[in-house]
């Protein structure tokens, strides 16, 4: 029992670090764009210190889950020279933008903190094929040929080409957009059928992708590709929800992030921060999202007001804000029943 509270206790602890990081975003912009910022707060829940310095108070609370940034004038009209809401268009655009360039970038500093000791990775160009790969010729596949994309699925890294043959169509033929000898060749509808034999009783389509020794320039590459296909991976899953490939049962809420998430700590410190690293680019993705109460949602509305060159009411961009919150919280609540339900029974 202990050792389980233990595990929740680190993984409450590192999804804290990642929303602490973005509010931190919000608060480093705001002081440099002159905004006030009243309250900053590592954690949620009492107050256990609390300090002020110059004209903001520091205060870490007792649960280690998120954080606060407070800014004068935020949600409300204020006579303050340095409110938000009196800044610059751009001032609050940096303001805005700031927590969620801080998720994407920490994510990235995670990856490559967390993948230091990879040596080799697999490129998405094919070294070798199987015996009985029957596609290998002008028409068909290469040694060589560097994969661009499998039926408009990107190809970046290696173990790209498994995710995209995975997602590509039933019938077993994909189309290819390759980069051979320096030229870019399309094959529309090649058969690749998924049964050529890799050995130890293992089915595969029978290629074998070449292997790349990772330098520290070839490594930041990784890692931002890593970085992208992370951002990809929840950009799909929001698209499956949107086109019904995935139930709003099938989403977690803050219970099964910190449970999943306290299971993959104890495999060890690497599976750990890899997975911190998606939950960090998760946030950036969502919160660019133009839904009311959100990043994106302030965004959207700092767009409009810019392309009606005069400022919104106040009182109704507050009101949708509210709205869209109130619709967040009523999503957390119900994907946390769920959560919960799925834990016990």
């Known amino acids: 029992m202990f050792e389980n509270i233990f595990w929740i206790f680190i993984a409450l602890l590192g999804f804290g670090l990642l929303i602490t990081v973005h509010e931190a975003g919000h608060c480093l912009a705001a002081k440099r764009g ?4 009243n309250e900053f707060w590592i954690g949620m829940g009492p107050k256990l210190v609390s300090h002020k310095f110059g004209e903001t108070t520091y205060c870490l609370c007792l ?3 998120g954080g606060a940034c407070v800014m004068e004038g935020e949600d409300a009209d204020s006579e303050n020279p340095r409110a938000f809401g009196n800044a610059s268009r751009w001032t609050r655009f940096c303001v805005l933008i700031a927590g969620v360039c801080m998720n994407f970038l920490l994510g990235l500093v995670i990856l490559l903190c967390a993948t230091v000791q990879v040596k080799q990775v697999a490129t998405p160009v094919i070294g070798a094929f199987y015996d009985g790969f029957t596609q290998e010729g002008e028409d068909g596949l290469m040694v060589g ?39 870019r060749v399309r094959i ?33 590459r ?11 991976l929840v950009w799909h899953s929001l ?26 700590a104890r495999r060890g410190f690497t599976p750990f921060w890899l997975l911190m690293a998606f939950i960090s680019i998760n946030l950036g993705v969502m919160n660019l999202l133009p839904i009311p109460g959100l990043d994106g949602g302030r965004l959207l509305f700092l767009i409009v007001e810019t392309v009606r060159r005069k400022p919104l009411d106040a009182r109704v961009e507050g009101y949708v804000n509210l709205a869209g919150l109130a619709a967040l919280f ?6 946390t029943g769920q959560d919960v339900m799925r834990l016990f029974f």
């Open 188 to 220: 529309d509808g090649l058969a690749l059928p998924n049964d050529v034999d890799l050995g130890e009783g293992r089915k595969g389509y029978g290629l074998s992708l070449a292997v790349e020794t990772l330098t520290p320039l070839t490594r930041l």
């Open 145 to 183: 040929d560097r994969i661009l994309s499998i039926d408009g699925y990107h190809v970046f890294t290696g173990s790209d080409v498994s995710e995209a043959l995975r997602r590509g169509a039933a019938d077993g033929k994909f189309d290819f957009v390759l980069r051979r000898d320096g030229r």
């Open 222 to 232: 990784y890692g931002a590709l890593l970085a992208v296909n992370d951002a990809r």
């Open 239 to 264: 698209g499956d929800l949107v086109t019904g490939a995935v139930g709003v049962d099938q989403l977690s809420g803050p219970v099964g992030v910190v449970a999943v998430t306290a299971q993959t």
């Open 63 to 65: 649960l280690p889950i």
């Open 330 to 335: 009523a999503l957390i609540l119900y994907v």
């Open 34 to 37: 002159g905004v006030q910022v």
